[in-house]
């Protein structure tokens, strides 16, 4: 049986400092899972749907390593590649003290080439197997190199014509892309051929020149999107249809250790209501829920919970609802 949630994109190596200190000054880096859609497809299985993956690895340990996470955590890897010749791609990420807000130093192009996050190619794709989706979940970060670029877009052209939704998240890396007017050329093109898009408040106010959630949404739904949402970090989140349906809801209170993944654990939160055709507003709690619970603990997909965690969860916070 195919999966229902298929990710598209970048998997790679995050190596994330032990202590809230600066490059410098910290001591070690704890290897984890990373990767924008491979950690919102982990969170998909983890709720109980089911999920696949369409990305490269390099042929290494760390790529045996991810591979090995994915089929831990039930994701189909059937259509994960391993190149002979290529690097799986590194991330070094380091957290300020207070905040738990995260920098990057990643180890790919244009710094380093033959790594595997831009390696996935035209040829890598089975248009069967993203046929059989609900949904194709799609990161930005990978569009930024080619060839992966032209693949992507050729698996999104593919969904929509299809009949599977798609759903972008940017996860907007500056220094990563060529320029700015690149970035904004092939995100408003993804845009135009998604049916959800979710951003953070920088990813929005950087796209849509506002930082107003209600404003930005409504600029992005002009290109044709059907659901937006914009995840506010302490603030909560804020979605919008194309009816104009609005949904604002605050975020659980709880102490954050690394945000790291925190925005993709909401997608995977997001996208299963969607699945399970639950109402905007148990979708946005749902989603609130898993984005709360991944920034207690280090790395990625490190605290994305199971369904039972989840529900234990919803039931400290006084809210009765079951996965």
Wanted: charged share 25%; glycine share 8%; with cysteine.
């Amino acid at each position: 049986m195919l999966p229902e949630v298929v990710g598209i994109g970048e998997v790679l190596i995050d190596f994330v400092a032990t202590e809230p200190v600066s490059y410098i000054e910290v001591p070690a880096f704890q290897k984890c899972f990373g990767g924008a859609p491979m950690n919102t497809i982990v969170g998909v299985a983890r709720l109980g749907s089911s999920s696949g993956a369409i990305t490269v690895v390099g042929e290494d340990p760390f790529g045996q390593f991810l591979v090995q996470e994915l089929k831990k955590n039930n994701v189909d890897t059937s259509q994960v590649k391993v190149k002979k010749g290529t690097l799986t791609t590194l991330a070094f990420v380091a957290n300020e003290p207070e905040t738990g807000e995260r920098s990057f130093i990643f180890y790919r192009k244009p710094w380093v080439n033959g790594t595997s996050d831009s390696a996935l190619s035209i040829d890598d794709i089975d248009t069967e197997y993203i046929k059989g989706a609900e949904i194709l979940h799609v990161s930005g970060f990978a569009l930024s190199q080619n060839p992966s670029r032209k693949a992507i877009i050729f698996a999104v052209k593919q969904a929509k014509k299809e009949g599977v939704k798609v759903s972008f998240d940017p996860t907007l890396r500056l220094d990563v892309w060529r320029s700015e007017r690149t970035i904004r050329k092939f995100y408003n093109l993804m845009l135009r051929l998604s049916d959800i898009a979710t951003f953070s408040r920088e990813e929005s106010s950087f796209l849509f020149g506002t930082a107003n959630p209600k404003k930005a949404a409504e600029k992005c739904l002009r290109l044709g999107v059907k659901t937006v949402g914009i995840k506010l970090g302490v603030n909560g989140a804020f979605v919008m249809t194309k009816e104009r349906q609005i949904i604002n809801i605050p975020a659980f209170k709880v102490k954050a250790v690394d945000t790291t993944g925190a925005g993709d654990g909401w997608n995977a939160g997001f996208l299963v209501g969607i699945l399970k055709k639950w109402d905007l507003e148990t979708c946005v709690i749902v989603a609130n829920a898993v984005g709360a619970l991944v920034v207690t603990k280090r790395g990625a997909i490190t605290a994305l919970p199971f369904k039972n965690e989840l529900n234990d969860f919803l039931s400290q916070q006084n809210i009765e609802l079951r996965i």
